[in-house]
């Protein structure tokens, strides 16, 4: 099992982030990733960090679809592995309702056949081999549609890739997005994942990788994990329970919660019910204290170093490639390098 380390960039300084980077590449951490939301963007920052190390891969953890173009997401990605000399791995997502619509200005619709057409072009315009073209549902090159100028033609970029084919991994939770993932991505990042459930959390991309034919082998599961370092798990956990509420319990008009249904899912489904139903009562204490401990001890790293890094044990035989933590801890870096 292969060790990342999620960034969690909030824009500060970057004498704050790089030597924590370095140490990371300097003690065999295999992968760094960036994170993106309303802030500072997944790409800047790797950029920077490709010109500043030499080995450690870097990946997007993730990069908002709806937030660029396929064509600009392909322009980035065949830059970005330019600069970090064949290092870079793309990580795209759709995000949530009110970022996309709220930030983006884009519509939140057809999310499965938006990712599947855009991961098309995507391929497509960093292989190299022809101009792009496509005439999807939502997505259509060259645009020939109203306001168009009527002179477009298929573009090919002028830019030689790399590699014609860069790693694409997809975030993604729910079971329709996580069946499709299996059938058309690198990699799986996922949001709340737990070795003790892995047989039920994988069975969606299970389908997809079967309906697809291909080998389990042939997408990467890469979770990313919140982490909480504290004197005791009790101090660790409740520290995380606010978090857990709010993706539980969070409830907006016409959106499924995936994380909801990933807990039931998980086994949690009476819990998982008490949180929606004190969150949507406006108690968010009551909703905190509903996530149940083992849940948390579960799909995240609490407690002192110890019981951490024999949690991460837990880890080892599962079937996950990639290891992400979400935590910029140098000496609980260095303990779950050696275990791993």
Known sequence: MRLGLALGYGGEPMEHLLPVVEHAERIGVDSIWSVEEYGPDAVSVLGYLAARTERIELGTAIMQIPARTPAATAMTAMTLDVLSKGRFQLGLGLSVPWIVEGWHGQPYTRPLQRTREYVEIVRK?????????????????????????????????????LRP??????????????????????????????????????????????????????????????????ATPGEGRDRLRPLFAHLIGAVAPGVRNTY??????????????????????????????????????????????????????????SRV???????????????????L
């Not at 496509?134 to 009527?150: A, D, N």
């Not at 694409?168 to 079971?175: C, D, F, Q, W």
């Not at 996580?178 to 990699?187: F, R």
């Not at 990933?262 to 929606?276: F, K, N, P, S, T």
């Open 125 to 161: 315009a960093i292989a190299h081999e022809e101009r792009v073209e496509h005439g999807g549902e939502i997505y259509r090159l060259p645009y020939r549609g109203p306001g168009s100028t009527g002179r477009a033609r298929p573009v090919r970029s002028e830019m030689n890739p």
């Open 165 to 230: 084919h860069i790693p694409i991994y997809l975030g993604a939770i729910g079971p329709r997005n996580v069946a499709l993932t299996g059938e058309i991505a690198d990699g799986w990042l996922a949001g709340m994942y737990a070795p003790e459930h892995e047989k039920a959390l994988t069975r969606p991309l299970d389908e997809g990788i079967t309906g697809a034919g291909r080998a389990s082998s042939d997408v990467k599961i890469c979770p990313i994990l919140y982490v909480s370092r504290a």
């Open 260 to 317: 909801f249904d990933v807990a039931c899912q998980m086994g949690y489904e009476g819990a998982a019910h008490d949180i929606r139903r004190h969150f949507a009562d406006g108690h968010k204490t009551g909703a905190a204290q509903a996530v149940p401990d083992t849940l948390l001890d579960e799909v995240a790293l609490v407690g002192p170093l110890p019981a951490i890094v024999e949690r991460i044990l837990a880890w080892k035989d």
């Open 321 to 339: 490639d990639t290891l992400i933590l979400l935590d910029r801890d140098t000496e609980l870096m260095e303990a779950a390098r050696a275990v």
